[in-house]
């Protein structure tokens, strides 16, 4: 685990600026930054596609929209947090629309604590896709360097007469002489030989 102190970025939607100080008092500078502060769905979405956030919070009602379907779209277009805050007589609704799709959901009036709860919550789902999508790069990699390995195996077997193995032990060789990867040393073949 690294320690090094991990910092969200935020997009409150919020027509409430009784509500806007009261979330400012739970998201500190050295935590989340930055922290941006709309009015309307219609500002939330060109401030999302201006940027990405790792959070977002909507404050329902708003004036242009209630918000449901922009919480929806951006959390399954993946990599924000979405937490919805609804009045509570509408809290059942709101959640079985939105809850499919990964929206967290609030009710109505929300106290501080609750607020530093569900905080917390989206922090450790964040961190965890995070993770999850590095693990996924990295195996991707690791696929495309297994990819362009064979490739230069191929070309070894069938331009130098090699058998697999040494065509292998060929590439890793190469590789270790000279401290780079393998997929260095396959490329260099596959340049050679294209």
């Given at each position: 685990m690294s320690l090094k102190k991990q910092v969200y970025s935020v997009l409150v939607v919020s027509s409430s600026d009784n509500f806007n100080a009261a979330v400012a008092s739970v998201l500190p500078a050295a935590t989340?930054?930055?922290?941006?502060?709309?009015?309307?769905?219609s500002a939330a979405q060109r401030a999302a596609a201006e940027r990405s956030y790792d959070f977002i919070i909507v404050n329902t009602p708003l004036p242009?929209?209630?918000g449901a379907r922009f919480?929806?779209?951006k959390s399954s277009s993946g990599g924000c947090i979405v937490l919805l805050l609804i009045q509570g007589e509408h809290l059942d609704d709101a959640y079985n629309i939105v809850s499919p799709h990964g929206v967290y959901t609030l009710p109505k009036p929300v106290s501080q604590q609750s607020m530093i709860i569900a905080l917390r919550w989206m922090r450790t789902t964040i961190d965890r896709i995070k993770r999850?999508?590095?693990k996924a790069t990295s195996i991707d990699d690791k696929m495309q360097e297994i990819r362009l390995v064979n490739r230069a195996k191929l070309l070894l077997i069938s331009q130098e007469g090699y058998e697999e193995p040494e065509a292998h032990r060929y590439i890793e060789k190469s590789a270790m002489d000279r401290c780079v990867h393998k997929s260095v040393i396959a490329q260099e073949i596959i340049n050679r030989y294209s």
């Amino acid at each position: 685990m690294s320690l090094k102190k991990q910092v969200y970025s935020v997009l409150v939607v919020s027509s409430s600026d009784n509500f806007n100080a009261a979330v400012a008092s739970v998201l500190p500078a050295a935590t989340y930054k930055p922290v941006k502060y709309v009015g309307s769905i219609s500002a939330a979405q060109r401030a999302a596609a201006e940027r990405s956030y790792d959070f977002i919070i909507v404050n329902t009602p708003l004036p242009d929209d209630l918000g449901a379907r922009f919480a929806v779209d951006k959390s399954s277009s993946g990599g924000c947090i979405v937490l919805l805050l609804i009045q509570g007589e509408h809290l059942d609704d709101a959640y079985n629309i939105v809850s499919p799709h990964g929206v967290y959901t609030l009710p109505k009036p929300v106290s501080q604590q609750s607020m530093i709860i569900a905080l917390r919550w989206m922090r450790t789902t964040i961190d965890r896709i995070k993770r999850t999508e590095k693990k996924a790069t990295s195996i991707d990699d690791k696929m495309q360097e297994i990819r362009l390995v064979n490739r230069a195996k191929l070309l070894l077997i069938s331009q130098e007469g090699y058998e697999e193995p040494e065509a292998h032990r060929y590439i890793e060789k190469s590789a270790m002489d000279r401290c780079v990867h393998k997929s260095v040393i396959a490329q260099e073949i596959i340049n050679r030989y294209s």
